[in-house]
């Protein structure tokens, strides 16, 4: 009797002796993956590009991925320090944000949009981009190399932004396309906003190519459709190229032929002769 009690009592050690030993030996395993959300991943905040060329009057635009390694949720705060008058928009999945929402080990697809100010100098500029956090501050340097700027301006020799024509007939307007930017641009093309059935043809039609701070002067010939009302209408002349535009509106006022005006006249006397005959006829009746 006493044998077996023995016997059964070492069986029943040994099982706690087995389960505690299997107990400590999984524990790291378990503290392991419970903390590989957290100190084994690490936070990062980083970009496919951290360094974008553009022109001054273009968007830089950054693709960058937030992740928060830790083993809580957290809400980041978007920062960033620009150059006097850079703009900077932050969207996630299209939508515009200044902070998100991050679960435990989850990453978040970030653009990045920066704005320079149009009259930017040609530069390499760094700007810092920062994700804080309560527990966390992630940064980012990015870079933004200004080439230059895209700029054209559509006026007159003179500056005079309206001009008369004759309804039926057709006006030479003179027009100059400069290049006001830093940047030559190729294949300008003219066009025209008008009244319905005005039509218009340009001289040259096409600039293949305007480098920074020249002119190219431009004949607009405006053809007026015939029995057009006399009065004022607007006409809008267009320069425009892949990287800029530029437009210019015009007054425009119709007047009627002498022709016109002297048909019109014979008319109204033909008509008031005629009621006077009238008059002269049946009015002794």
């Known amino acids: 009797m006493l044998t077996k009690f023995l016997f059964t009592h070492f069986r029943v050690s040994r099982q706690f002796l087995l389960f505690f030993l299997t107990l400590f030996a999984f524990s790291p395993v378990l503290r392991a993956q419970q903390s590989a959300i957290g100190s084994s991943g690490k936070s990062s905040f980083t970009a496919k590009l951290i360094n974008i060329e553009a022109a001054a009057n273009e968007i830089f635009r950054y693709n960058t991925t937030l992740y928060n390694g830790s083993s809580k949720p957290g809400i980041y705060e978007m920062k960033a320090e620009l150059p006097p008058g850079w703009l900077i928009t932050y969207r ?43 527990s966390d501050t992630l940064s980012l340097n990015l870079e933004a190399v200004v080439k230059g700027s895209y700029s054209l301006e559509l006026t007159t020799p003179t500056g005079r932004l309206s001009d008369e024509v004759t309804s ?26 008008l009244p319905v059935n005005w039509k218009s043809t340009f001289e040259p039609s096409k600039i293949k190519e305007l480098e920074p701070g020249k002119s190219v002067d431009i004949t607009a010939t405006l053809k007026v459709p015939d029995k057009t009302i006399a009065g004022d209408y607007a006409a809008t002349f267009k320069s425009t190229n892949a990287n800029s535009n530029a437009q210019a509106a015009f007054r425009i006022v119709v007047k009627t032929s002498l022709l016109s005006g002297w048909i019109g006249i014979l008319v109204i006397l033909m008509a008031i002769g005629m009621v006077y005959y009238l008059i002269r006829k049946y009015g002794r009746r």
């Open 168 to 193: 039926g007939s057709q006006q030479e307007i003179q027009l100059v396309v400069k290049n006001a930017g830093s940047l030559p641009l190729n294949d300008v093309e003219l066009s025209a906003q």
């Open 92 to 134: 996630v999945a299209g939508s515009q944000v200044t902070s998100l929402s991050m679960e435990p080990g989850k990453t978040q697809d970030i653009s990045i949009e920066i704005k320079a100010t149009a009259r930017a100098n040609p530069n390499k500029y760094k700007i810092p981009i920062k994700a804080v956090s309560p």
